[in-house]
């Protein structure tokens, strides 16, 4: 069964250092998301993806962040300058979508960052 | 927007007991509603889903309950088993957009 893949696993950086975390969606979804789960927490919503462009963002998804599809398969998450507080597990989720019916969002297995 | 709220935060049951977990939602528009079982250090994994359009949907032993007009939903679990010990999420959605997940219930079935 096709899954969503998500690289590294684990990135340990620096504060105010960029980090690029990738995400290889299942390849027939169109629909991409990044959500994070800060340790104990709920998962948040960051932004979606569609049609290279994004659809929707939250209030978490400031300036620092950007989403790209460079090209066909990848996804990927820019932190500009890392802060502390963006230490957390960070999912990657795609979706097909069939008329008007919602499909299930399926996740990747996450990275975990840690800004030290 | 939307607001999920799930409770209890914790739940703990003997092996072979079962298991509710009730989840509200404010959005009236919410149409899907996902309930996600996360295991430690592992992503969410989808076990159970329902959308607006049913009151209830069961799988083997896990089912899903939806109640429009009081905008609400509850996961049964019967016959759990140590295996069921996990991080259970509910979500709603829209539909199109993104996925606003409820504040989690961890469940511990002992032997």
């Known amino acids: 069964e096709p899954e969503v893949t998500q690289t590294p696993s684990h990135q340990v950086t620096q504060m105010g250092q960029e980090v690029i975390l990738r995400c290889v969606p299942i390849?027939?979804?169109?629909?991409f998301y990044w959500y994070r789960q800060i340790l104990g927490q709920k998962v948040e919503f960051l932004v979606s993806?569609?049609?290279?462009?994004?659809?929707?963002k939250s209030e978490i998804f400031d300036d620092q962040f950007s989403v790209e599809r460079p090209d066909g398969s990848n996804f990927t998450l820019k932190i500009r300058s890392t802060k502390l507080e963006d230490s957390a597990m960070y999912f990657c989720?795609?979706?097909?979508?069939?008329?008007?019916?919602?499909?299930?969002?399926?996740f990747g297995p996450g990275t975990r960052l840690t800004v030290l | 927007g939307e607001n999920v709220e799930q409770h209890p935060s914790t739940l703990s049951v003997q092996e072979g007991d079962s298991a509710v977990i009730k989840c509200t939602y404010s959005d009236s528009a919410s149409n899907y509603f996902p309930w996600y079982k996360q295991e430690l250090g592992k992503r969410p994994q989808l076990i159970i889903d329902i959308r607006s359009n049913v009151g209830e949907k069961k799988d083997q032993r896990i089912a899903v309950t939806l109640n429009k007009t009081a905008k609400h939903f509850s996961l049964h679990i019967t016959e759990t088993q140590p295996e069921d010990s996990a991080v259970y999420f509910c979500a709603a959605t829209t539909g199109f957009q993104k996925l606003v997940f409820g504040t989690g219930t961890r469940l511990l079935v002992s032997p």
């Open positions: 390849s027939n979804h169109l629909y």
């Open positions: 993806f569609y049609n290279n462009e994004i659809s929707e």
């Open positions: 989720a795609s979706r097909f979508q069939r008329g008007d019916r919602t499909d299930t969002q399926y």
